[in-house]
């Protein structure tokens, strides 16, 4: 949630920079994406409202299956966009030396667990919500 939030309220914030960035099998896509500003605005709109969202559900444990498989498909496209490949290297600066396994690839495995095993039916709100059903 917080990744979503801090992109919310930073007016100059954009994807552009990373979709640039991008090397391996979604570099010419993320090239389409950049020079259309209809596509940056939607991947804009879609990075910053997907995040919030999702985090929100999370962290109230409300939706979390939804919430945790969504996360898991947009967590993979920054995978996907900017892998941890050994001959890939990036303009920004990397988080240390990784061989494909980086912080995005764990979010999805964590993501994965939370799906399977939806504990929000114990302590979130979810067992509100099983209640009304």
């Not at 007016?11 to 596509?39: C, H, Q, R």
């Not at 990397?94 to 980086?102: D, F, L, P, T």
Request: hydrophobic content about 50%; proline content about 5%; overall charge neutral.
């Amino acid at each position: 949630m917080y990744e979503g939030v801090s992109k919310l309220i930073n007016p100059y914030w954009s994807s552009a920079a990373y979709l640039l960035d991008s090397k391996w099998i979604f570099s010419g896509l993320a090239e389409m994406i950049v020079s259309n500003p209809t596509l940056l605005t939607i991947s804009d709109f879609v990075n910053v409202w997907g995040l919030t969202i999702i985090g929100f559900c999370l962290l109230l444990g409300i939706f979390s299956r939804q919430a945790a498989l969504g996360g898991m498909v947009l967590i993979s496209l920054y995978y996907l966009f900017a892998p941890p490949l050994l001959g890939l290297e990036y303009a920004r600066p990397g988080e240390g030396s990784y061989i494909i396994v980086n912080k995005n690839l764990i979010e999805v495995l964590a993501l994965f667990v939370l799906y399977h095993f939806p504990t929000s039916h114990l302590i979130g709100l979810d067992r509100f919500v099983a209640k009304l059903k």
